[in-house]
């Protein structure tokens, strides 16, 4: 709740007014007597259309970049030896997004009143996600919760770049389809009929390519609707499949198994699910509880079936390594590394270094689709076009050659 409160400075001497978040008005007079204040009136502040915060939240309440750098920080407070409490307050004030401002002020309530920092978080989902809440977890049983802050900050920050350079190397290809797209739709549609129309109204035989060109652009100036159909027809019909999880187990095969692009998004899941596991491990989470969490994260049925799998060979006493062997899905480098985790004890470390490995991979893969890519796609583009083009010409020729006669 928020108070509005007026004041004299025991310091100073000077009136002051202004506003509290609090969970009580007790707690608010608590909190402003405690800086030094002599309160002459405090009032729960009344939700109007003028003061209520008013936000569309797309997405998560807060950016990823923010999130990260929130981690950091925290960690920072409390090695230097700032209260879980004092170090929340301080973040509240100083994060520039109003939706996680108004979640860490809620937070800090709760902690103040008593509530673990991990069970105060665990409350709001779309901000902190279940790999935070049980590392942060981990870290107040153990009592290194900076430490595990910080790592939680190293997390966050790995997936990020990972993440940004897989969007770059995938946004240009999309950005030029969209535009081929348009270009086919508008000379279809808007250049070519009256050209075409003029020129075949002359006589003279109509070239094959022509008729084909003239063809597509009816249907799209006459049958548009049909066109629109299918379109719909195979968005609703993708999305009955990624419902059914058979169709969204096969979904996610065929995704694996593309050429070049499946490749990229099987390094990037090995890379996430590393890290992840990893991050956890290092954090003292129990081994069954990190196989659930790396699962739901890898957001791919076929590597959560894998998981899953190897949580029942744990239960039977095998070790992770053997499972992971089995699968086409994770590499022999995985699951030897694995393995001399388990023997030396030092899986966290080894965990990490196959993160670093594929990370790194997903880096230069990235780099190396766009230098591809960007050539190629301008190619496809200029044979679609020059062939619209080629269509419009063919019949000037034959026009010609007609008069010639």
Partial sequence: MVFLYKGIDSRTGKEIRGKVTASSQESAATELKGKGLFISDLREQKETIWNKDINIIIGKPVKHAEFVIFCRQ??????????????????????????????????????????????????YPKVFDKVFINMVRAGETSGDLEKVLDRLATFYEKERRVREKVKSAMMYPIAVSIIAIAVVIILLTVVLPNLLNNLTSMGGDI????????????????????????????????LAVKRNPQGSYILDYVKLKIPVFGLLAQKTIIARVTRTMASLFASSVPVLQTLTMSSEIANNDVVKKVLDDSKESLRSGESLSEPLNNSWVFPKLVSHMVKVGEESGQLDTMLEKVADFYEEEVEQMASRMSSIIEPLMIVILGVIVGTIVLATILPMFTIYNDFGS
């Avoid at 925290?74 to 996680?100: C, D, H, R, Y």
Wanted: aromatic share 8%; glycine share 4%.
């Fill in 74 to 123: 925290l960690a920072t407070l409390l090695n230097a030896g700032t209260t879980i409490v004092q170090s929340i307050k301080i973040l509240s004030e100083q994060v520039t997004s109003k939706p996680f401002q108004k979640t860490l002020n809620e937070i800090y309530n709760d902690v103040r009143s008593g509530t673990s920092f991990s069970e105060a978080c665990a409350k």
């Fill in 207 to 238: 070239p094959g390519p022509t008729r084909m060109v003239m063809a597509a652009s009816n249907f799209l100036i006459h049958q548009w609707y049909v066109a629109l159909l299918i379109v719909v027809a195979l968005i609703l019909t993708f």
